[in-house]
């Protein structure tokens, strides 16, 4: 049995602990800083090739994300052994950065949900400018959907391929039916965290165009400026021309605004990497072959960044990188075995932590841990360990109220094709509210026989069609 397998063993049984827990806690900050290294290399190497393909970016808030993450890598990787006074304060440097792109991010993922609003408005409308199109016939459309949804497949993946489907119907539903679906799924939440409550009414808001962060008013404003002006205006009077320039100016912006969200995913993925690897790393001199190359890569490419004329990136470094093949595997593999009880120790078994003065050093391994993951790469920072509160009754009740006003103000000055947009989306991120597959295909059915414009609801099943063949 490994030591690692053994280890793990040990702890799940309690056996041992303060011999254990410390043993346990050096090597997975040993395996954390060899997993962040490889990571840091491969995340920051794609960076530059993507800024080199695009000849770097245009966007003056990426540029200088872009200088400051340099800088902290070429400290971190630059050959000179950082202070533990100099190590913190590059830590602190990387969190701003880092928070910065957060918040950025949060800026452009409003005006990205806002654009999927007026993009779904503006397909349904597009159908009325071409002269003769083809109808499609109800009844064989919604089999084919029924089909779609439940044709072989789990609840989950039914659930979502119900709540997509919603997505893209033609809504033709009294707004206090609308309001009552939202009161219903609220509901569920009573006796859950409040945080849970959040995190939905979170997800309805920004679907609804109702969510608005801190920074709106100082990042991207050009896009504040087209979100203005599409709320004034009159889907239903454009003419083919004015229509035609608004699906260019959409299409553009989508483009430009994908391409923006994707390098602050590869800038905040570096800077995550960067931070795992700062708070694991131990001040012992690297001595494997495959560290030593990563470090020469991001040497190297730090000095690429530093030039500015983008060149390409030298075929010796896919030399370097070849030595590191095939380690991230075996690594993650440990990592992913020491995990499985991380969450217990911190969980059951904070007295021991406490007496070893390591309760620190594991809110250190959880960050890590969560950084690391997949779906960490926006994740935040919480300094505070709060209790959580419950969602009473009263709670759920103020909440759903909040919302539906909110609703009700932005139904008043909104034309009716963008209300109903704003109820399509929001809809899709409902708890499937359905009792049987019955109720399903009826709802389809009825959504596309009360949709009397034959373009509005050709266009839906032309979308839905495109989604069932992807």
């Not at 918040?103 to 990205?112: F, G, R, S």
């Amino acid at each position: 049995m490994s030591q690692i397998k053994e280890l793990v063993k040990k702890i799940s049984k309690g056996k041992d602990l303060q011999q254990n827990i410390p043993v346990y806690r050096d090597i997975l900050f040993d395996l954390y800083q060899q997993v962040s290294i490889l990571h840091v290399t491969m995340e920051y190497y794609m960076l530059y090739e993507t800024l080199q393909e695009q000849r770097g970016a245009e966007n003056g808030y990426l540029q200088d994300t872009i200088s400051v993450v340099n800088q902290l890598v070429k400290a971190a990787f630059g050959g000179e052994k950082l202070s533990a006074e100099e190590k913190k304060e590059k830590i602190a440097q990387l969190v701003a950065t880092r928070n910065d792109v957060i918040c950025k991010m949060k800026v452009l993922t409003m005006y990205i949900d806002k654009l999927q609003i007026y993009e779904h408005v503006i397909n349904r409308v597009e159908l009325k400018y071409e002269k003769d199109f083809p109808l499609a016939d109800i009844d064989t459309f919604v089999q084919k959907v029924y089909q779609y949804i439940f044709s072989g497949k789990d609840n989950v993946v039914i659930n979502e391929s119900i709540k997509e489907i919603l997505g893209e119907l033609p809504v033709r539903m009294a707004r206090s039916k609308y309001f009552q679906l939202i009161e219903n799924s609220l509901s569920v939440y009573k006796g859950s965290d409040q945080s849970a409550v959040e995190r939905y009414i979170y997800m309805l808001e920004t679907s609804a165009m109702l969510y608005e962060p801190e920074g709106v008013d100082v990042y991207f404003t050009d896009l504040k400026e087209l979100t203005e002006r599409l709320s004034k205006t009159k889907f239903s009077e454009l003419s083919e021309t004015e229509f035609q320039e608004l699906y260019d100016e959409l299409e553009e912006n989508a483009e430009y605004m994908s391409q923006i969200a994707d390098l602050y995913v590869e800038i905040e993925s570096v800077l995550n990497s960067l931070y795992c690897y700062l708070i694991a790393e131990n001040g012992q001199p690297m001595t494997e072959a495959s560290d030593k190359a990563c470090v020469e890569v991001l040497q190297c490419i730090s000095g690429l960044f530093e030039a500015g004329d983008w060149k390409k990136v030298p075929k010796e470094l896919d030399e370097k990188l070849v030595l590191t093949e095939g380690k991230q595997e075996k690594l993650v593999e440990d990592m992913l075995q020491l995990e499985t009880v991380l969450v217990d120790l911190q969980m059951n078994h904070r007295g021991e932590l406490e007496q070893l003065n390591l309760v620190d050093d594991f809110v250190k391994l959880d960050t890590i841990q969560q950084l690391l993951a997949s779906s960490g790469t926006f994740i935040e920072f919480n300094e505070e360990d709060t209790e959580e509160e419950i969602a009473d009754e009263t709670y759920i009740a103020e909440q759903t109220n909040q919302l539906l006003e909110k609703l009700k103000v932005q139904f008043a000055e909104n034309e009716m094709c963008v209300n109903r947009a704003v109820i399509a989306a929001t809809i899709s991120k409902f708890p499937v509210f359905f009792t049987s597959s019955k109720e399903v295909e009826e709802y389809i059915r009825g959504a596309l026989e009360r949709c009397q414009d034959d373009a509005e609801r050709q266009a839906s099943m032309n979308v839905i069609q495109a989604i069932m063949e992807g």
